[in-house]
């Protein structure tokens, strides 16, 4: 989606100074200047691009030499102006939907990104697989260690699980000691990359200033559902990784549990 936009707004910005090169020439020389910085504003909103675009159209044009020096540096000025405000918005776009304590992606991403993958694959084909990750004994952790060791623990594994997963998976802390992961692919891919997960944070050695904070054994439990193997929709599949996450909790913890292996205990046994 974002190289689409900036393919676009390319195309935008050659269009607007070719547009602004060809009026100048055929246009009464009266309204040239007029014609000429219409065309500079235009091309140089698209961004530094369209404002080199269109000081260079201005440059070829036959206006005055005072009136091409002064649109040439508006629009090289202007074309700056308008790729900086676009960048900051692109920067706070990305701050409101990350989550500051971990550097993943928030709720408000995840369920977006959840509902859209669960339409493209409804759509083209295909399967998503959603991990959800909880750590073990979390409160036990907070009580013991108090609540700076356990934001300390959970930005290690917010960047343990960036570090770990694919980059087209996308992952999120959604509330508390729990963590999303959305695979694209069927459950095995799921699976793999639970499991890729769990032992990565088994594994987690802190920093020797705070090695204090942290106690041996610190793990999670997953659980892994597929779109749509074993839901019909976002919501249900939410619901049947968070039953298969339970039921890793209820074995013991530290394991990976997925929803079909939920639907093959309820499975009648033949005589």
């Not at 961004?47 to 036959?62: D, I, K, N, W, Y």
């Not at 920067?91 to 991403?109: C, E, I, P, Q």
């Not at 944070?201 to 054994?217: H, K, T, V």
Request: hydrophobic residues 45%; contains cysteine; positive net charge.
């Amino acid at each position: 989606m974002g190289s689409g936009r900036r393919v676009d707004g390319r195309l935008a910005a050659i269009g607007a100074a070719a547009g602004l090169l060809a009026l100048v020439w055929f246009v009464p020389d009266w309204a040239q200047p007029l014609v000429a910085a219409t065309g500079v504003i235009v091309a140089s909103a698209t961004g530094r691009l369209g404002g080199v675009l269109a000081a260079g159209a201005v440059a070829a044009t036959p206006l005055p030499t005072p009136v091409r020096i002064a649109l040439t540096v508006g629009a090289l000025v202007n074309g700056e102006l308008h790729e900086h405000r676009r960048r900051a918005g692109r920067r706070l776009a990305v701050r409101s939907f990350t989550d500051r304590l971990t550097g993943l992606r928030n709720y408000d991403f995840f369920a977006e990104s959840l509902r859209s993958e669960v339409a493209r694959v409804r759509r083209y084909g295909g399967c998503v697989t959603l991990v959800i990750l909880d750590l073990d004994r979390f409160k036990a952790f907070n009580d013991r260690h108090g609540h700076g060791a356990g934001n300390r623990l959970l930005a290690s594994v917010g960047q343990t699980i960036a570090r770990e997963k694919r980059d087209a998976d996308v992952a999120a802390r959604f509330g508390g000691e729990e963590f999303a992961v959305l695979v694209s692919g069927r459950t095995g891919d799921g699976v793999r990359a639970a499991e890729r997960l769990r032992a990565a944070i088994a594994e987690l050695s802190p920093p020797p200033a705070s090695r204090r904070d942290f106690s041996p054994g610190v793990s999670a439990s997953a659980g892994v559902a597929t779109f749509p193997v074993d839901a019909r929709d976002a919501r249900e599949l939410f619901e049947m990784a968070d039953r298969a996450l339970y039921e890793a909790k209820r074995r013991g913890r530290d394991q990976v549990v997925t929803a079909g292996e939920l639907a093959d205990e309820l499975m009648p046994v033949a005589n």
